[in-house]
């Protein structure tokens, strides 16, 4: 079982707040990263992360911004939520080099009004 | 980005028929992933497969990694209806990102 969390499962939240949705993994990987679902689609890579201060931008242009300053902790923020954010954010994480396994997290889903 | 092809895009079979889906991709890959979603939940990883030709079993799922390694395939035997869901493939090539596929979703009828 794999030992990502994110917080919060489910959140509603109203246009131009700012937001930080959380992930947590204890597996000790290096690589982290952010992916945006719509319901029952596929999933785009928004940012990810080699390390600690390491911060890269996915294949989906994306409004929002991360952080990495600890190896366990990958947060993502928004900060000004607008409806066209709702969605699905999945965090997910793998150790570095080849070979490797992508573990997820539950998700957060997110809803702007 | 890359994109890898699933197919067929949504299955609705009777439980107890087996179930085939496939992933192609225009790039090599060195790892392939079989992951299912249930609505709502992250995606779990079913099979990794890490070379060419390599067939894997896990309980009633065996996935397989084409020879060309462009594409992979999944079955499930004898289907029971705590296999609905999206079926996604990811493939990766070196360290590098993986790219998921569309999902193929499965609906079992009892």
């Known amino acids: 079982e794999a030992d990502i969390y994110q917080t919060p499962r489910y959140l509603v939240i109203g246009t131009g707040k700012k937001i930080t949705l959380e992930c947590s993994q204890t597996?000790?990987?290096?690589?982290m990263y952010w992916y945006q679902q719509d319901p029952g689609m596929e999933l785009h890579l928004i940012h990810y992360?080699?390390?600690?201060?390491?911060?890269e931008k996915g294949d989906l242009s994306s409004e929002s911004t991360v952080s990495r300053i600890r190896t366990e902790h990958f947060p993502l923020t928004l900060e000004s939520a607008r409806p066209s954010h709702t969605s699905q954010y999945l965090c997910?994480?793998?150790?570095?080099?080849?070979?490797?396994?992508?573990?997820f997290g539950q998700g957060t889903r997110l809803t702007v009004v | 980005g890359q994109q890898l092809n699933q197919s067929p895009q949504s299955m609705f079979i009777q439980e107890g028929e087996d179930v085939s889906m496939n992933c192609t991709s225009s790039?090599?890959?060195?790892?392939w992933l079989w992951y299912k979603q249930d609505p709502g939940e992250g995606p779990v990883l079913l099979i990794a497969?890490?070379?060419?030709?390599e067939l894997t079993s896990n309980g009633r799922l065996t996935a397989q990694f084409g020879i060309t390694r462009k594409d992979s395939f999944l079955n499930i035997s004898a289907s029971i209806p705590s296999d609905v869901g999206i079926y996604f493939c990811?493939?990766?090539?070196?360290?590098?990102?993986?790219?998921f596929g569309t999902g193929t979703s499965l609906t079992v009828i009892p």
């Open positions: 497969l890490y070379k060419a030709g």
């Open positions: 997910a994480s793998s150790e570095l080099g080849t070979n490797t396994e992508a573990f």
């Open positions: 597996m000790g990987h290096d690589k």
């Open positions: 992360s080699y390390g600690v201060n390491s911060t």
């Open positions: 990811a493939g990766q090539f070196l360290g590098n990102q993986f790219y």
């Open positions: 790039s090599i890959f060195n790892t």
